[in-house]
Nanobody, 121 residues
Framework: QVQLVESGGGLVQPGGSLRLSCAAS????????MAWYRQDPGKQRELVAA???????NYADSVKGRFTISRDNVKNTVYLQMNSLKPEDTAVYYC???????????????WGQGTQVTVSS
């Protein structure tokens, strides 16, 4: 069973910073693409940032220059450093990863449980 466990959300003032972490655990052979999405109530889930196993990244236009995604392939962990946070960044943030389970030739998408980020004064 593969699990993605997130941590690091919370309440922060506008202009502040937070760092999210997401670790993959369980029985699996490898992790490919890892990403962060976010969702506000009543809105569609949107991609925030993604990173390949080789380190290639892409970001939503709304977070470019403020957020940085990184990963530790040894720990199978992805991070999202969020700086200069704005109230519109408030959402539940979800970790997503394409994981190849043990004894499988296919990668499957897995999701974390979500962590709340609230930006408010």
């Amino acid at each position: 069973q593969v699990q993605l466990v997130e941590s690091g959300g919370g309440l922060v003032q506008p202009g502040g910073s937070l760092r999210l972490s997401c670790a993959a655990s369980g029985r699996f052979l490898s992790v490919n693409r890892m990403a962060w999405y976010r969702q506000d109530p009543g809105k569609q889930r949107e991609l925030v940032a993604a990173i390949t196993s080789g380190g290639g990244t892409n970001y939503a236009d709304s977070v470019k220059g403020r957020f940085t995604i990184s990963r530790d392939n040894v720990k199978n962990t992805v991070y999202l450093q969020m700086n200069s946070l704005k109230p519109e960044d408030t959402a539940v943030y979800y970790c997503n990863a394409d994981v190849r389970p043990y004894i499988s030739s296919t990668y499957y998408p897995y999701w974390g449980q979500g962590t709340q980020v609230t930006v408010s004064s």
